[in-house]
C-alpha cells in the first residue's frame, strides 16, 4: 500500500504540473486564466467530495472495494485524456529551461557553476513571475508552519478550556473553507490582475500571523487557518495565471515543475521551522509574521528593481 500511495503522490503532483502548463492551449474565448484555473480547482474539489462519498458508500461493501472504484475511475479519467485536442501534448519546440539564459561565464568558454547556472534561470525569468513566485513561497511557508505547529501546540499547550483535538480540527476546518472560499474568490476575480491578488493575499498572512501573535485566542486562530486557505488557493490561482500568461509555451511546463519544487520546499521548511521552534504560541507566530513580511518587502523589491530595469532598458 505505501509504494501504491507514493506513487499515487508522485503522479498527482505530474498531473497538476502536466494540467496547469495546458490551460493556456484550452482557453475558452472571453475567459481570463485566473477563471479557467479557478473552473479547474471548482472540479477538482467537485470531484473529491462525490469521490470520497462513492468511496465510502462502496467501502460497506468491503474495504478493496474503494481501491477497484479508484481504478475505474482512473480508467475513465485516461480514456478523456487521451480524447483531448493533440495540441495538449504536443512539445513541438520545447526548450529546455536552460536555454532561456546564457550559462557560460562572460568572456570565455566553458560551464558555468551551478551557482551561476541557476542564477541565470532566475534573471531569465519575467519579473512578474519572480514576484509571484516569491509571494507564493510565503504562502506555502505558513501552510507548512501552521500545519506542523499548531499540531504540536495544541498536544502540549491546548488553550485553556478546549481539547487540543477539537482547536487542531477547528483550524484545519477553518483552513479547508478558506481553500474552497479563495477558489470561489478567484473565480469572481477573474478581471483582476492576478499579480495585484497576489499580492494582496500574502499581505494578509502577515496581518493574520502577527494578529495572532499579539492577541492569541481561539479566534485569532481560526481567522489565522481560514486567512492561511484563501490566501494559498488565490497565490496558487495567480501565480499559475502569471506562469501562463507571461512564460512562452516552449518552456511552460518546465517553470511550472521547477515552481512546484520551489513551493514544495518552501513548505518543508516552513514546518521544519514550526518543528524547530519553543512551543510558546506568541513566539512561534510572531517568527513567522516577520518571515512573511521579510518575504512581502523581498517582493516589493523585486518588483520595483524590475520596473527600474525595464526604464533602463526603455532609455
Same mark, same amino acid.
Given at each position: ?9 508522485? %503522479? ?36 473529491? %467530495?462525490?469521490? /470520497? ?9 468491503? +474495504? ?38 546564457? @550559462?557560460? +561565464? +562572460?568572456? /570565455? ?7 551561476? !547556472?541557476?542564477?541565470?534561470?532566475? %534573471? ?56 474552497? @472560499?479563495?477558489?470561489?474568490? /478567484? ?48 497565490? #496558487?490561482?495567480? #501565480? ?12 511552460? #511546463? ?46 516589493? !523589491? ?14
Amino acid at each position: 500500500m505505501f509504494p501504491a500511495a507514493l506513487g499515487c503522490l508522485v %503522479a498527482s503532483k505530474a498531473y497538476g504540473v502536466t494540467r496547469t502548463a495546458a490551460v493556456p492551449r484550452l482557453l475558452p474565448p472571453g475567459f481570463s486564466l485566473v477563471n479557467a484555473n479557478s473552473r479547474s480547482a471548482l472540479a477538482g474539489v467537485a470531484g473529491m %467530495a462525490i469521490g /470520497g462519498g462513492l468511496a465510502g458508500a462502496v467501502a460497506r461493501i468491503g +474495504p478493496e472495494w474503494s481501491l477497484r472504484l479508484a481504478f475505474a475511475i482512473y480508467v475513465v479519467g485516461t480514456v478523456l485524456a487521451i480524447r483531448l485536442p493533440g495540441r495538449v501534448d504536443s512539445n513541438a519546440g520545447e526548450r529546455h529551461l536552460d536555454d532561456t539564459a546564457p @550559462l557560460a +561565464p +562572460p568572456g /570565455g568558454g566553458g560551464a558555468a557553476s551551478p551557482v551561476r !547556472r541557476w542564477r541565470d534561470r532566475i %534573471a531569465a525569468l519575467p519579473n512578474a513571475v519572480l514576484v509571484s513566485q516569491c509571494c507564493a513561497v510565503g504562502a506555502r511557508l505558513l501552510t507548512g508552519f501552521l500545519t506542523l505547529f499548531m499540531a504540536f501546540l495544541m498536544r502540549e499547550h491546548p488553550i485553556p478550556g478546549y481539547s487540543g483535538t477539537l482547536v487542531l480540527a477547528l483550524v484545519v476546518g477553518a483552513a479547508g473553507a478558506g481553500n474552497a @472560499l479563495g477558489t470561489v474568490l /478567484g473565480n469572481a476575480l477573474r478581471r483582476r490582475r492576478p499579480d495585484v491578488i497576489i499580492s494582496v493575499a500574502l499581505l494578509c498572512d502577515v496581518v493574520a500571523a502577527c494578529a495572532t501573535a499579539a492577541l492569541y485566542s481561539l479566534g485569532t486562530l481560526l481567522v489565522l487557518g481560514l486567512v492561511a486557505g484563501l490566501s494559498a488557493q488565490l497565490v #496558487t490561482l495567480g #501565480t499559475q495565471a502569471v506562469v501562463q500568461r507571461d512564460i512562452v509555451e516552449a518552456v511552460r #511546463t518546465r517553470v511550472f515543475a521547477w515552481s512546484e519544487t520551489l513551493l514544495q520546499t518552501a513548505w518543508v521548511v516552513g514546518g521544519a521551522i514550526g518543528i524547530s521552534l519553543p512551543l510558546v504560541p506568541r513566539l512561534g507566530f510572531g517568527v513567522i509574521g516577520g518571515l512573511l513580511l521579510l518575504v512581502l518587502l523581498a517582493s516589493v !523589491r523585486i518588483r520595483v528593481a524590475g520596473r527600474r530595469r525595464a526604464r533602463a532598458h526603455a532609455r
